[in-house]
């Protein structure tokens, strides 16, 4: 009884890792997300522009891996299950972070650029771009690389007037039915927090890059929760 029920349970005498850390919903939510980025190879899943600002912006920042590419699964399984109401709430931001976009191996993927309300680029008309290329390929820059990725992404959803920011990492799947989890969660510290500026909250964050001893957040944030 005991080594089926508390086999997930790391403080468990009985706790297995090799079970405990199988990916079995990951590995569906990934075909079922990668199933979705396919159909939309012609068909669009976009934000109709009426006018209005969104209530949240996601920026994902994504780079190309040698021998595996994760932005399918990221952004499908963010989009896979929403209904028409939820996806319209929503502006989806995508950068390539590479001085030459096309090193990026979704660059041309029609499916992308029929889901995400903007693909962006450090392209030849970005003024930083000989900066970027300083900087990439090169393991002593990479925290300075990701962190001007994570700001460039910020500012930009900053900038749709968005009442909700969420930063994405381009290899992280999300369960179906997260909208409407996160809102309802966003909604309950919203108001726990009136009146305190933005608030941060890193849900399961490993890498430390941006925590805020170590990172300069713009002074309106209020670094507040961590989740």
């Known amino acids: ?25 990951t590995t569906q939510r990934r075909k079922e997300a990668s199933s979705f980025t396919q159909n939309q190879s012609l068909l669009s899943f976009k934000r109709l522009s009426n006018g209005t600002a969104p ?15 994760y932005l399918q699964f990221s952004t499908g399984s963010l989009l896979d299950g929403l209904s028409f109401e939820e996806r319209q709430e929503i502006v989806l931001l995508v950068l390539l972070a590479h ?43 990479a925290k300075e690389k990701s962190v001007f990725d994570y700001l460039y992404l910020l500012q930009r959803c900053r900038d749709t007037e968005a009442q909700y920011v969420l930063m994405m990492e381009d290899d992280t ?4 039915g997260w909208y409407g989890r996160t809102m309802k969660g966003l ?9 305190m500026g933005y608030n941060f909250q890193d849900c399961g964050f490993a890498n430390h890059s941006f925590h805020p001893p170590t990172f300069a957040w713009p002074h309106e944030f209020n670094i507040k929760e961590f989740c």
Do not use: M, Q
């Open 1 to 25: 009884y005991a080594r089926y029920n508390f086999y997930r349970d790391p403080t468990s005498y009985f706790f297995d890792p090799i079970r405990a850390y199988a990916p079995g919903y």
């Open 55 to 69: 209530r949240l912006c996601i920026g994902i920042a994504s780079v190309a891996r040698e021998g595996v590419n």
């Open 99 to 141: 001085a030459n976009p096309a090193k990026h191996p979704d660059a041309h993927s029609s499916w992308l650029h029929n889901i995400a309300d903007e693909v962006l680029d450090y392209s030849s008309t970005f003024e930083k771009k000989e900066y970027i290329r300083s900087l990439e390929g090169k393991t002593e820059h």
């Open 173 to 176: 799947v999300t369960a179906k």
């Open 187 to 195: 909604g309950s510290a919203a108001r726990k927090t009136e009146g």
